[in-house]
């Protein structure tokens, strides 16, 4: 089974802080993305990667950057850590070819005080 | 831009009872449609897809027809179970879409005993 592990399930930090957030996969998959999940906005994205070292602006990259420099991590990193980045973070990862499902990790609920 | 609308929740339904979430979409082309599933304390899974049109989708009892004519994907099962209970996501990735996922923002199912 296709398995996507994130480093934290619950993270509080406080405002300022230097936050990171670590996701792994062990599927050699290519692309892997970085969501927040709030309530009533549903998922959006945040950064994705389709390859090491490359990166791509989803619809909410502000505040943010990401890192990807081995093919099975992606880390989403927030350099000054503020109130309205509380929320929960989702991982995914998907093959380039073959089937377009994306598998999600379990999610980080990070809190910023 | 591209788009997806679902019915807000939450929805409670007794067991056994019929279930319809809708899901209308906006996107240019024909993208393929999905509905994902999360479960409490878990991240999102794949519940099923369809890639074109008059395709149905079906898992685990629940189906979903690609209807390109009025642009919806409405998920359906005849009969819940206690264990249903959830948030369902509806979702597409555009025709040549390199794997960005638009979700909706999520119906949360609550079946009672």
């Known amino acids: 089974d296709v398995k996507v592990t994130q480093s934290s399930r619950y993270l509080v930090k406080r405002t300022g802080e230097k936050v990171f957030l670590e996701c792994v996969q062990d599927m050699d998959h290519e692309n892997m993305f970085w969501y927040r999940q709030d309530p009533g906005l549903g998922l959006r994205l945040i950064y994705f990667s389709y390859d090491v070292k490359m990166k791509e602006k989803g619809d909410i990259p502000e505040g943010y950057s990401v890192s990807r420099e081995k093919k099975e991590r992606f880390s989403l990193i927030l350099e000054s850590a503020s109130t309205n980045q509380t929320s929960m973070y989702l991982c995914?990862?998907?093959?380039?070819?073959?089937?377009?499902?994306?598998?999600f990790g379990p999610g980080t609920r990070l809190t910023v005080t | 831009g591209n788009s997806v609308t679902q019915m807000e929740g939450p929805v409670t339904l007794s067991e056994e009872a019929f279930l319809t979430i809708n899901c209308t979409y906006t996107a240019t082309g024909y993208p393929s449609l999905f509905w994902y599933v999360q479960y409490p304390g878990e991240g999102l899974q794949l519940l099923l897809k369809a890639t074109k049109a008059d395709d149905k989708g079906s898992n685990k009892g629940f189906e979903a027809t690609y209807r390109k004519e009025t642009t919806s994907f409405h998920l359906e099962k005849g009969s819940v179970q206690v264990s249903d209970s959830a948030v369902y996501f509806c979702?597409?990735?555009?025709?040549?879409?390199?794997?960005?996922?638009?979700f909706g923002t999520g119906t949360k199912l609550q079946v009672i005993p």
């Open positions: 995914a990862s998907s093959p380039s070819s073959g089937s377009d499902e994306q598998y």
């Open positions: 979702a597409l990735i555009p025709s040549g879409g390199y794997q960005k996922v638009t």
